[in-house]
Nanobody, 127 residues
Framework: QVQLVESGGGLVQPGGSLRLSCVAP????????IGWFRQAPGKEREGVSCVGYSDGSTHYADSVKGRFTISRDNAKKTVWLQMNSLKPEDTAVYYCAKNLMRSTCVSSAQMHEYAGWGQGTQVTVST
């Protein structure tokens, strides 16, 4: 299974913004819904957002709704997560993965449906 590669993380002050990118080197994201997840120290990995392959479907965790925006460009084989109004509780390692069972993003998708986990990118929100 091809691993996805995340980038764009960093250190930002509360209220700041970051844009994360997700690509599949040497492969494609075609036909898969793509999800963003995060894992904070001592906590379980949780879903943040997902985007469908071509139907415009999206979903956001309640904790990020209104602050984060997911998008994708299939021609560029890239998925982005725009994160605005960042809070200290957004601090985590962020991962992207592809849903092997769906091309549409649905809120009921389970984590075991996803594969291609990369190394993640660290996001730290702090003064």
């Amino acid at each position: 299974q091809v691993q996805l590669v995340e980038s764009g993380g960093g250190l930002v002050q509360p209220g700041g913004s970051l844009r994360l990118s997700c690509v599949a080197p040497g492969s494609t994201l075609d036909y898969y819904a793509i999800g963003w997840f995060r894992q904070a120290p001592g906590k379980e990995r949780e879903g943040v957002s997902c985007v469908g392959y071509s139907d415009g479907s999206t979903h956001y965790a309640d904790s990020v709704k209104g602050r984060f925006t997911i998008s994708r460009d299939n021609a560029k084989k890239t998925v982005w997560l725009q994160m605005n109004s960042l809070k200290p509780e957004d601090t985590a390692v962020y991962y992207c993965a592809k849903n092997l069972m769906r091309s549409t993003c649905v809120s009921s998708a389970q984590m075991h449906e996803y594969a291609g986990w990369g190394q993640g990118t660290q996001v730290t929100v702090s003064t």
